[in-house]
Nanobody, 123 residues
Framework: QVSLVESGGGLVQPGGSLRLSCAGS????????MGWYRRAPGKEREMVAT???????NYADSVKGRFTISRENANDTVFLQMDNLRPEDTAVYYC?????????????????WGQGIQVTVSA
């Protein structure tokens, strides 16, 4: 069974840091674009950061210069280092795997989501 499991969330003061981890299992995530999304209270889910299998990254404007995505393909793990956190970063953060760019995968194996983890930035 394929799964993505997030860890590392919690409560942090403004200006603080957190590092989220996402451990994948059940398939080879090295061929997937991995990413982090978030949903703040009362808002729609939005992309935070993504990294392709070749290492190309994309960030939301709101987190550029503060968040860094990285991955360890050997361990099917992706990370999100979050620095200088702000109250508006408070949200449930989701790990996402997108394999739609791979010719090796059937459509039913394109997309996977983690269950989400709470990040709260508050004094």
């Amino acid at each position: 069974q394929v799964s993505l499991v997030e860890s590392g969330g919690g409560l942090v003061q403004p200006g603080g840091s957190l590092r989220l981890s996402c451990a994948g299992s059940g398939t080879v995530f090295g061929i997937y674009t991995m990413g982090w999304y978030r949903r703040a209270p009362g808002k729609e889910r939005e992309m935070v950061a993504t990294m392709t299998e070749t290492g190309s990254t994309n960030y939301a404007d709101s987190v550029k210069g503060r968040f860094t995505i990285s991955r360890e393909n050997a361990n099917d793990t992706v990370f999100l280092q979050m620095d200088n956190l702000r109250p508006e970063d408070t949200a449930v953060y989701y790990c996402h795997a997108d394999g739609s760019g791979s010719w090796m995968l059937p459509p039913q194996e394109y997309y996977y989501w983690g269950q989400g983890i709470q990040v709260t930035v508050s004094a």
